[in-house]
């Protein structure tokens, strides 16, 4: 493979890029990357809201996760709703107090996002979403 295309899709530029956009909220926050990165995950994912999903979609190991989301309990961030048909599950919500950090992050994700796509026409980037998603199935297929 291409290494720049292994670079891309490892995302270390954009994990370095997107935790020096987020350091001012952590602070801000006192809180970990962790913990911000569920929260805003949480804001977009609808019903997919387990640790599993969390897992799953953010690649995080389950330990940061099962911290993060005990911090964020306890702070009142989240709510943790145990499943009605498998009590295994817990669903996690964003509380009313977690609105104002999901708003000041979602903001600086899409300032980040408006900048990484600048210059690059609407036709690349539909191409780059095709080829994206093409990628991600066979991926997904050879796990």
Request: charged letters at 35%; one cysteine or more.
């Amino acid at each position: 493979m291409d290494t720049r295309m292994e670079a891309m899709l490892q995302g270390g530029p954009f994990k370095k890029l997107l935790e020096e956009q987020i350091a001012e909220l952590r602070q801000k926050y006192d809180m970990k990357k962790a913990e911000l990165e569920i929260l805003y995950f949480l804001s977009k994912c609808g019903s997919h809201n387990t640790s599993k999903d969390i897992h799953y979609q953010l690649m995080m190991n389950k330990g940061h996760i099962s911290q993060a989301v005990d911090s964020l309990c306890k702070r009142h961030y989240i709510i943790a709703t145990t499943d009605q048909q498998d009590r295994r599950y817990i669903h996690y919500q964003l509380s009313d107090s977690a609105q104002q950090i999901v708003e000041e992050m979602a903001k600086k994700r899409l300032e980040m996002d408006q900048r990484i796509v600048e210059g690059i026409s609407e036709e690349d980037l539909e191409i780059f979403r095709t080829v994206s998603e093409k990628i991600r199935k066979n991926i997904e297929k050879m796990i």
